[in-house]
């Protein structure tokens, strides 16, 4: 820590606050707003390693995607006004992911504020529904506390962004200040009369199962809580893009409740006795629009167990709501056993309905044909065969990541970095976030040739830093997710979803970058393999377009026949 007689910036000071609260890495693009704060992680080079992106949304998804990635606070700097406003998207996903992030802005000096000085913005008021705390530090003195409450609320109760908005001459300016010490997430911790309730709920229930979302999730709060699915045979299904919390080759890992959900998980959730919801909001796409479950007392008993006591009772009322962290709670539930003898998976009333249940997922992971020489489900089949089990994939919003959510097996935290908050554009720069913070791993980003282009600029960056990942644009030639809603609200009318695009791979070969088309299923694991090799083997992005056929718009239906039954229907 550094000596409170020394005359520091309040650059310096800041950057010291962050190397104090552990940060490795920080994401930005520069603005003459925060030059002192760069000066001072021109001088930390060795403890932080700043990544230079080329906008600031491909900055902030970065930050997003290693809070994801680490539950400690993605760090994001960007300038003012025009910075500010690129970066909300990287706030807004970590709002609705429930991620630690912390954006620090660059603000106009102190001394024209409130004038609407050039590229000024109030930023209580711009952020201020979004993010858990949004703060303007206006004197050095106060970074150590301000940034110390900045990482406590970021990591607290349910996690999130916060905004720190830096004055430019407060940054410039010196002066002599204690640094506080590293943060400590404060976490809530279940009750032993809550645990023991649950238990019993447990053994009173037929048939009980459990819905595990949200964030704050870690390796070791995973491992606990397969425990605790394993002790009771649980049956597990995930909520919207929360896959990778149990690991999909685990035999009580039933299926995704996300957008578009099997039926047949559908009739099982909606026939439990028991639900235990683990850490998830409930939220519309985990709830296919608030329908899954009788609003506001679910028909079935009912167990919240959520890190903010707001969420407890906020739409649904339990019989057991339990306010707690996720590490915490799933230490506390792995301790929890049965009555009777157990092994590692006990033996349950219910356990034979989890293998039919587990049958039923395994049945749905098998891709039916579709239309075009290019068959996405097939795709998805080659890449579980090879691809090793903690790979990472990523996507952002399109009707194509339907087919990843659906057909990929997930293999545990962190194998899965998607918005819930269904952004386009993430899965590119979260694909750089995780392969720069472990490069060991493979990653692999989806995206659709609307998505791609949202961030592909970070192409760019990826090769800068030796990003190795391996991008499938799945080209349709349009926003296809949104030209299925149009093909159903509005039949046949076509507009403002059809898409010229550029050629992709030499698009990516500018770049520096591996790139090839692909237009047949055969071709697939030809290409892959070699857009892998190049990414191992050069550090720099390998991008393959994959060519579909516009009709093949879902997994199980066509354009045309959304279309047809849609005038059936007499839409339109
Ligand atoms: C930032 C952002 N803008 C707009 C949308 C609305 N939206 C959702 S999916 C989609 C189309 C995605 O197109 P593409 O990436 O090509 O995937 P496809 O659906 O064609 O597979 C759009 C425009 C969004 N979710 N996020
Ligand atoms: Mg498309």
Redesign the pocket.
Known sequence: MANTKTLRSGGEILVEALKIHGVERVFCVPGESFLAAIDALAGADRAIQTIVTRHEAGAANMAEAYGKLTAKPGICFVTRGPGASHAA?GVHTASQDSTPMILFIGQVGSHMRQREAWQEVDYPAMFGGMAKWVVEIDRPERIPELVSRAFHVATSGRPGPVVVALPEDMLAAECETADAEAYRRVAAHPGAQDMARLAAMIAESARPLVLVGGGGWTKAACRDFAHFVEAFDLPVAAGFRRQDILDNNHPNFIGHAGLGPSPKLVARIRNADLIIAVGGRLGETTTNGYTLFDLPRPAQRFVHVHADPNELGRVYQSDLPINAGMPEFAAAAAALKPKGPTGWRSRMPWSDEVRVARSAYEADQTPGPMPGRLDLGAVMMHLREVLPKDAILTNG????AIWVHKFHRYGGFRTQLAPTS????YGLPAAISAKLHDPAREVICF?????FL?NGQELATACQYGAGVVVLV?N?N?????RAHQEREYPGRVYATTLENPDFPALARAYGAFGEKVEETAAFADAFARARAFAAEHRKPALLELVIDPEAITPSTTLTALREAALKAGHG
């Not at 269904?422 to 554009?425: F, L, N, P, S």
């Not at 995206?447 to 998505?451: I, R």
Request: aromatic fraction near 10%.
């Open positions: 998207i919003a399109g009707n194509y269904g952004a386009m554009g995206a659709g040739d609307g998505c949202m799945v349709n349009m926003y296809g997710s949104i």
